[in-house]
């Protein structure tokens, strides 16, 4: 099975669970049509589009042969996983560090990650980076456009 | 209505509009000329700094990215061969050769007065059929918008190529995060999965940055390894100098050309969701089919690049029509706007042109000043521009990603919008990785509460289904939904013919 027919399965899967959810809901006196109504046409037609998907796949003849160069090219995946996995660290930080220290942290870590610092200099231009966008953003956010950013609960900051 | 356009001109020039106009414009420019930044990621970027701004303020903004960045990819298309957007990829074909010929500045300036002229027929358009096509809209009953958001959905699924399957599965999906949270007509808690966080359902503002964002830069962050930068060098002693009025009379002794590639930039642009990326390219097909001399093309001809750059800045007109008449945005660009809109709590549609003529006409007279604007950035700095695209990705992702956040996360004050963010960052980017089409999921996103309110108010009037069908207006966009269904289904089997073809003839 391709990437279709996996993708196909995973919104098959889903579709029908939520459908099945639906089932459970009540009907209200006061429209024709209960809040289930809607859901049921747009997960029924889901639940159709991704079967056939998967039956498209399967009776699709596979060749077998050199795959194209770009095909070919190797792709970092660790480092975008890395890169997510940062992120989510910086949604997570960022309630309780505030968005200036959460923020100094990530753009620093961040980039250290996409391009490691070689030698003092590479650590001072990444410290020089994470400390004017952490700074920069929230004068001109919070000080100036008056949008509040997210205030640490450890650091009352 | 030409005493409110000259009444917004005289506002919008104020430096209190005319200030975020320029910041936008040229933010629109660069992000445009930065090959793997597209406009939408700049208009995200932006988005967050119009927060603490007046809806015109912001709005202004927001038209001179657009503005901005559809001329702004042409820059490095010309002069490093890589289109800074996709609506600039045709610019290459003969922008790049002309160059290399040693006519940069020709090239350049080509397109520039080509996209100012072109987005001035986009402005006409603008201006003068904005009110009646919302007059018309406003003969919509509930199966008339059903019909339309239909329609809508149903022909930016059927435009992907590859599979018509996985465009209206996309759509679907969009759909399916519309149903999460509550009910849109009696505000019924529904499929909340236990998760709190879904009790109040999804804004769509935080689904649209995360998935494009996330798609955009995690597609880049893949193939990085270290100092990966947008563009390694660039050739820093070019001289850009040119007879403007030599390079203008070249556009205007082509009017037909002109006219056509703007019209087939505004129809793309009126039609949902399809963009400026695929009017450069229609427009330099046709352009190339009706030359007399269609084997010059690619080789550096003034006809090429002012049929790509008048197009793609003609579309933004056209989008800027749907969005403020019918509430449909064209791309995901005027999706970003339709979402400021909603910030502000202004109401796109039909009688958002009614309700609000100065901010209606506001964004008219942002438009049109937007254009010498542009102008005026790229003459000034398109040589820095070169030096800006040599920026490392690892400085500019983090910081592109902190801007999302606070643009989640100031649309309520809540950290739920960037857990959002992340959770439809994840999405979009194993979307791409599957190969579903973007733009089928936003638009279902953004259209998903509107067609389930409209589908329940004609039932709640009417319950004859057939109304769907025997009503005029409805039918019609009914039986177009098919017919673009239809035509997505023999496009598809064409082109895995044409697939099919030469791999036979090997055999």
Redesign the interface.
Known sequence: MSRDGIAGLAVLAASLALFALTLDLKDSPMVPVGPGFYPRIVLGLTAALSLGLVIADLLTRRTRGALPAAARQRLNYPLVAMSFGVFALYAVALPWLGFRIATFLFVGGSNALLDPPRGAKGWVRALVLALATAALTWLVFERWLSVLLPRGRWTDF | MFELLGTALVNVAQLKYLAPLFFGTLAGVVGGALPGVTITMTIIVVL??T???DPLQGLAAMTGVYVGGSAGGLVTAVLLGIPGTPSAIATTFDGHPMAKKGEPGRAIWLGVWASFFGGLVGGAFLIFSTGPLAKFALEFGPWEFFALFVFALSMVAGLVES?L??G??SG??G??VT?LGN?P??G?Q??T?GIPMLEGGIDFLPVLIGVFA?AQ??SE????????RLVDAVDRSLSLAVSHFKVIREILSRPLLLLWSSFIGLVIGVLPAIGGSAANMIAYDQAKKLSRHPQNFGSGIPEGIIASESSNNANVGGSLVTIMAFGIPGDAVTAVMLGALTIHGIQSGPLFILQNPQLAYGIFAAYLLAHPLMVLIIGLAARYMLRVVTV????L???V???C??GA??LN?T?QN??V??AF??LG?AMV????PLAPFILGVIL?DQ??IN??RA??TD?DPWLFLTRPISGALIALSAASLAFAIWQHYRHRAKIARPAEADF
């Open positions: 967050p700094f927060f603490g701004l599979s399957a996985k209206l599965l679907g999906l759909l399916i149903v009910d007509v009696m019924q529904r499929l999965l996330f830069i995690m962050v893949e193939r990085m390894g270290g100092a990966a490392p990705k690892a400085a992702f983090p910081v990603l902190v801007l956040v606070i996360y100031a004050n950290m960037v857990y963010l992340l960052g994840l980017y990785k599957f190969g579903f998903g067609i389930e589908l329940i039932i709640m319950s």
